[in-house]
């Protein structure tokens, strides 16, 4: 399916927007990992044609959203930012995350409604969903070896063993 240039640039607005809240309210690394999702979900989006109906996406769909809002909950209830601020030498957000991804989680939750209206930006949303569930989260498992030797739990961990792979359904589903 053909993106229309008014999609594209709602699309392009968007992924600003989430991007400019990260970066001015949870810091560089944060922002940046998350906004590398957006922008991966963009590409794939434009690149990958998809037109799939809802019904064929909505179980990875709910799986990868419900999970998404899990693992934020444990990252919020383990102190994930604590612990990269300590691993990254970084100071901590003024403003809790949780709510930065709970925005987040908004826009993702209108996915059915502009899916099942043919809306394109809906796929848009589906396909940053997916890349960022599927892709970024799997820094839970490579972050603390990036600056330490360290091995072990960093928050977030225990429900990504289980989001990122819904996630990656979730994209095969949209091929």
Not at 12 to 30: Q, T
Not at 79 to 95: C, G, H
Not at 123 to 138: A, C, D, K, R
């Amino acid at each position: 399916m053909n993106k229309r240039p008014a999609v594209i640039i709602e699309a392009l607005l968007c992924m600003a927007a989430i991007s400019g809240l990260g970066f001015a309210l949870l810091g560089n690394i944060p922002a940046i990992l998350f906004t590398l999702g957006f922008f991966a979900g963009f590409i794939l989006w434009f690149i990958v044609p998809t037109d799939v109906t809802f019904s064929s996406i909505k179980v990875p769909y709910y799986l990868t959203f419900t999970l998404f809002i899990i693992n934020k909950l444990e990252e919020y209830s383990f102190d994930f930012f604590p612990e990269l601020a300590v691993f990254a030498d970084v100071t901590v957000p003024k403003y809790a995350s949780i709510e930065i991804y709970m925005l987040q989680a908004l826009a993702w939750a209108f996915v059915p409604l502009l899916i099942k209206r043919g809306n394109q930006l809906g796929y848009y949303l589906l396909w940053t969903l997916f890349t960022s569930m599927g892709f970024i989260e799997l820094i839970h498992f490579f972050l603390p070896l990036f600056f330490t030797n360290y091995l072990g739990y960093f928050p977030g961990l225990a429900s990504a063993v289980i989001l990122v792979p819904a996630a990656w359904w979730g994209m095969y589903r949209l091929l």
